[in-house]
């Protein structure tokens, strides 16, 4: 069963304007989050995460807001910027199992087109 | 130069030949991983090493086998695989395990074709 998901494949925002890429977990005993940026042909890139101590975190035109209580996470960019158009994946890091590590568990992506 | 290197970047293979994935990370991290993205599913972790050893193995069947000789290198060698095996495979890297909160660093993936 999925434990991170995120709803919307895709998301077209106008240059200029804000981005707004959400991500539901359903693990609560999840405590670090993290959104990676991917293009075609490459990895994933690290781009901002945030600690379950935290509800906010920013960095540069990137900001992340967590609400523990709804499981949710959202990654704002402002302002977007085509250069931002890529795949946006969220990722909660918890345990696997009671005999198992940590891992990070992946949500599908989010396809972010920034129109100019 | 990049922190993570994957070769090659498109392998395309019989389902009874024998292939190896290569990874390097130039960034003395200590943990490294494998991760398989199939189209349209989220990144699945294969396996976990830290400090050379193997610490998680996510019921990745046998035709999988990992190798880590040091911290440095990691390889996937790959042997009978059948065509739902085809997908992007990504190594990615961290300075210790995922417990400790810190990102990890992928590769460009290879992208695997199985005929």
């Known amino acids: 069963d999925q434990q991170v998901k995120q709803n919307s494949p895709s998301l077209s925002v106008q240059e200029g304007r804000i981005s707004i890429l959400n991500c539901d977990y359903t693990n609560s005993m999840f405590d670090y989050f993290l959104w990676y940026k991917k293009y075609p042909a490459e990895g994933p890139t690290f781009l901002i995460s945030i600690s379950s101590i935290k509800d906010k975190n920013e960095d540069g035109r990137f900001t992340v807001f967590l609400n523990k209580s709804a499981k949710h996470l959202s990654l704002h960019i402002v302002p977007s910027q085509p250069g931002d158009s890529a795949v946006y994946f969220c990722?909660?890091?918890?345990?696997?199992?009671?005999?198992?590590?940590?891992?990070?568990?992946f949500g599908k992506g989010t396809s972010l087109l920034v129109t100019p | 130069e990049t922190g993570v290197t994957q070769t090659p970047r498109h392998l395309v293979m019989g389902m009874t030949n024998k292939k190896s994935l290569k990874c390097e990370q130039h960034?003395?991290?200590?943990?490294m991983y494998w991760y398989k993205q199939s189209a349209k599913k989220p990144l699945e972790l294969m396996f976990v090493?830290?400090?050379?050893?193997?610490?998680e193995n996510n019921s990745v069947p046998s035709r999988f086998s990992p190798e880590c000789p040091n911290s440095s290198h990691l390889f996937l060698h790959l042997h009978t695989l059948q065509p739902e095996d085809s997908a992007l495979y990504l190594c990615?890297?961290?300075?210790?395990?995922?417990?400790?909160?810190?990102?990890?660093?992928f590769g460009d993936g290879t992208r695997l074709s199985i005929l």
């Open positions: 990722a909660a890091l918890g345990l696997r199992g009671s005999n198992s590590g940590y891992a990070l568990n």
């Open positions: 960034l003395g991290h200590n943990a």
């Open positions: 090493y830290n400090f050379k050893e193997q610490t």
């Open positions: 990615a890297s961290s300075q210790d395990l995922p417990g400790n909160n810190q990102p990890q660093h």
